[in-house]
């Protein structure tokens, strides 16, 4: 699969790229403004984007990407449960490279398929809609915290729903 460089739509959601190499290429697209997540992403779509093979007999493509549905959101803090103040993840004394917060979200049917992402102590990001998930969130410093609803029901958002969750993380006293 060959990479293609991001462009943005018209007014009308056309685009146009030049100058490719022969190949296959993936078209994904997103419009997360509005609540719809790259449909690339493997956890929000089994199918990914639709392929597109250019060769000096087809040296031109058409196609049409449909994204939706549209996310659900999640929005929240992280703190620290013992101090209640915002988690600053701890530096890495060698390389001194900060420690990311990272919130991994996982289909609760399908354990080889996940999606990390990087967020900070406040954070607002797009959910699968309309599927059992597992949440997690690691932080250097502090132990792995994992969602657990009441009667152990996986967590759960409808398509453009828009839900709160505040966390709080243990140190890790290691």
């Known amino acids: 699969m060959g990479i ?4 943005q739509t ?5 685009f146009w790229f030049g100058r490719l190499t022969w190949g296959k290429y993936v078209v994904c697209a997103r419009k997360e403004g509005d609540g719809y997540r790259e449909i690339c992403n493997n956890i929000f779509t089994k199918d990914g984007g639709p392929v597109v093979t250019l060769s000096p007999r087809a040296p031109a493509a058409s ?4 994204i939706g549905p549209k996310a ?10 013992v101090t209640g103040l915002p988690v600053n993840p701890i530096t890495d004394a060698v390389t001194g490279v900060p420690g990311a917060v990272v919130l991994r979200i996982r289909p609760s049917t399908d354990n080889g398929r996940y999606f990390d992402q990087a967020i900070g102590r406040q954070f607002t990001t797009l959910i ?4 059992d998930l597992e949440l997690e969130v690691r932080a250097p410093g502090y132990q792995l915290w994992r969602f657990s609803a009441t009667g152990g029901k996986p967590f759960r958002i409808k398509s453009g729903e828009k839900r709160i969750l505040h966390i709080r993380l243990r140190p890790d006293l290691q």
Do not use: F, M, N, Y
Request: proline content about 11%; charged content about 35%; hydrophobic content about 20%.
């Open 10 to 14: 018209d007014r009308e959601g056309k």
């Open 128 to 131: 699968p809609p309309d599927a």
């Open 72 to 81: 659900g959101t999640l929005t929240g803090k992280i703190r620290d449960s």
């Open 63 to 66: 196609v049409q990407a449909t």
């Open 4 to 7: 293609v460089p991001s462009d």
